[in-house]
């Protein structure tokens, strides 16, 4: 998320009925084997899920900041893979890698939507504020499950909105962090990761979004302004982070047996 997004963690319990149930279970849910950052709460969780010796991948890696901290958690052993549609980004993340004189990264171009790696490549697939901003969500989630080895696991983090959020509204939060604009209601986003196969999808992570008075203002009666700034409402943009494991055999109807199901 850029830095002019501010956000206020909700506290706990609040925020899980509030996202319908989702993220009872948390990253513990998950196998015991994809916790060894467990207790360093202070990292996001989509550090927390690695281990030494993982292989990861992530969708829209920019200038690579995510993927050379990845990297230091995974090891000599592990390799983290950025994948951006940008040359200049993958210019600017290979030229940090080297001055940090990391061997197991990689960065190639590409489209999220066609990924240039192997069927169940990762054991780990990531994605940060990136997934709003494709324009076939589906496609997306569908590659992140492709190329995710079985028990493996996605972790996704974006906005989403819980009730109907004005367009307009929507636009401006993009001027500040772009992938606001392409927030969706939470149960929808959840459902492009159940729909291509993913198993135990849950939001682990849900925290209000405070965009700046005068954005909310413009847009919002001011009875409406106060609900999307108390943490304890449903009203307005929420940050959350999603994790979904990928079962150990593929069912028939899941996009690694079945590419066109969605074109159906």
């Known amino acids: 998320m850029e830095e002019n997004v501010k956000t206020i963690e909700e506290n706990k319990e ?12 948390g990253c ?21 899920i690695l281990r030494e010796g993982d292989r990861v991948v992530e969708f829209g890696s920019g200038t690579g900041n995510d993927v050379l901290a990845a990297a230091q958690m995974v090891g000599p052993t592990g390799k983290v893979v950025g994948i951006d549609i940008s040359e200049k980004n993958i210019k600017t993340a290979r030229e940090y890698s080297d001055q940090m004189k990391l061997n197991n990264v990689e960065f190639r171009q590409g489209d999220v939507q066609e990924v240039p790696l ?7 697939v990531l994605a940060n504020c990136v997934f709003n901003l494709q324009e076939n969500k589906q496609k997306v989630a569908d590659e992140m499950y492709r190329i995710c080895g079985h028990n493996g696991l996605t972790c996704v983090s974006d906005f989403v ?18 992938c606001i604009g ?10 492009y990761f159940k729909k291509t196969g993913f198993s135990n999808v849950e939001i682990v992570e849900i925290k209000k979004v405070h965009l700046p008075d005068d954005v909310f203002e413009k847009h919002l009666e001011p009875e409406m302004v106060e609900k999307y700034k108390d943490v304890k409402s449903d009203e307005g943009i929420f940050s ?5 494991e990928k079962p150990a055999t593929c069912a028939p109807e899941t996009c690694c047996c079945n590419p066109d199901k969605h074109q159906n």
């Open 14 to 25: 609040q925020a899980q009925h509030s996202a319908c149930g989702c993220g009872s279970g």
């Open 240 to 244: 959350v982070t999603l994790v979904g």
């Open 161 to 178: 909105t819980i009730n109907d959020v004005p367009e307009a509204l929507l636009k401006d939060g993009a001027q500040l962090a772009g």
């Open 182 to 191: 392409g927030a969706e209601k939470i149960n929808d986003f959840v459902d």
């Open 28 to 48: 513990e849910s998950h196998s015991n084997d994809h916790n060894s950052a467990q207790g360093q709460v202070d990292l996001p969780v989509r550090f927390q």
């Open 118 to 124: 192997a069927k169940e490549y990762a054991d780990i």
